[in-house]
């Protein structure tokens, strides 16, 4: 093994930033003077609490959570949720609306029909989800006790670039793979979730955060586990929480606030996207399927005209160092995920690799 780190694309558990891990190194035998690392301190430590207390505090200025929600840091990933959310949610009315634009939004959609009556409200399978449909397009439903989109598909590489308008109707969004990415108006959602490790912590972290009024509201049945109010009320931690996973997210808060923050971070993100489709829409052997408008900023995906072509690609950019690039076995092709911890040069660099490969082949 060389000791040189890779610019590593992979879509999740991804990069972080290499300041964080040089800092939880830095701290993981003798956390700040305690004796003992961060993995190894009782979760009801006072140095623990402070730790749990300043990460939650940094994550509600950063991303402006307003009174009246509350940030959750739970485990059990974003899947997990895909239960959670009906559970908690659907009882209001028994029916509950749901936008399938991607694979984990097609999940959560199946999931949920075992605890009531589910309407399609949008779909994107019918152009295999290469577009995010509009506003115009969703058939809501005024009864919905929730409506459900996933912000950004990961695998086919799309991107709401707008907020569902749905009247009195809670939002629910998987925010999984853009989260701290771009400023959110949280007042405008129900629930927001996410697992951790795609742009804020290790796998092992699910941040969720609830409108409290929606809480204590779950179905008879729920698993204890899975209900926001005993979380709520327990601080997070009826049970062990998922204590290591925290801490590096407060170490990534503070990186992100050095960045500026979620504003600093849209714009920085959007960059280093915009550079990479307009090498590939300006390559003659690469294409991206996914609608202008519709593309995200943090998975990009493309393809050339031949599986062969593609597998090259893939083995020439890992041995120059770009790992992790080969596309979703549902969709082919290659992904680029560029999260929050994809330096720019990381980009800049893939794109003389996109540009060069598409000179000589
Ligand atoms: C990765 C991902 C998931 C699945 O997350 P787990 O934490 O593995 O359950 C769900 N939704 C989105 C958008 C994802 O990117």
Not at 51 to 78: C, H, M, N, S
Not at 84 to 99: E, F, Q, R, S
Not at 198 to 206: C, Y
Not at 290 to 304: A, I
Request: charged share 20%.
């Amino acid at each position: 093994m060389s000791n040189a780190r890779v610019y590593n694309f992979s879509a999740g558990p991804s990069m972080l930033p290499l300041q964080v891990l040089e800092r939880a190194g830095s701290e993981i035998t003798n956390y700040q003077g305690s004796g003992m690392s961060v993995m190894e301190m009782s979760h009801r430590s006072k140095v623990f609490q402070k730790i749990f207390d300043d990460t939650q505090a940094k994550f509600r200025r950063l991303l402006k959570v307003p009174e009246g929600y509350k940030v959750l840091f739970l485990q059990g990933g974003a899947s997990t949720q895909f239960s959670a959310v009906p559970l908690n949610l659907i009882g209001k009315t028994g029916k509950a609306d749901y936008a399938v634009t991607g694979n984990f939004s097609n999940l959560a959609y199946k999931e949920a029909k075992k605890y009531g009556t589910i309407n399609l409200a949008a779909s994107s399978e019918d152009k295999n989800h290469t577009y995010i449909p509009a506003q115009s397009q969703l058939k809501l439903d005024p009864e919905a006790s929730y409506f459900y989109y996933c912000a950004n598909n990961t695998i086919y590489g799309t991107e709401w670039q707008y907020v569902p308008d749905t009247g009195d109707v809670p939002l629910v969004c998987d925010m999984s793979s853009d989260i701290l990415s771009r400023p959110v108006d949280v007042s405008k959602y129900g629930v927001i979730f996410a697992g951790a490790q795609k742009n804020m912590a290790p796998a092992g972290l699910t941040v969720v955060i609830v409108r409290e009024d929606l809480a204590g509201h779950e179905l008879p049945y729920t698993p204890k586990m899975l209900g926001y109010q005993l979380m709520i009320e327990k601080d997070s931690m009826y049970n062990t929480p998922p204590c290591w996973c925290i801490y590096i997210l407060g170490l990534v808060l503070d990186w992100l606030d050095e960045q500026g923050g979620v504003e600093g971070m849209e714009a920085i993100k959007h960059g280093k996207a915009q550079m990479l489709y307009d090498v590939i829409d300006s390559s003659k052997l690469f294409t991206c399927a996914v609608e202008p408008g519709s593309r995200s900023d943090m998975n990009v995906t493309f393809r050339s005209a031949s599986e062969e072509l593609d597998a090259k690609f893939v083995a020439e950019a890992t041995a120059a160092g770009f790992t992790n690039l080969k596309g979703h076995r549902n969709v082919g092709g290659m992904r680029a995920s560029i999260y929050n911890a994809m330096p720019v040069e990381g980009v800049e660099k893939l794109c003389d690799f996109i540009k060069a490969f598409d000179k000589a082949n």
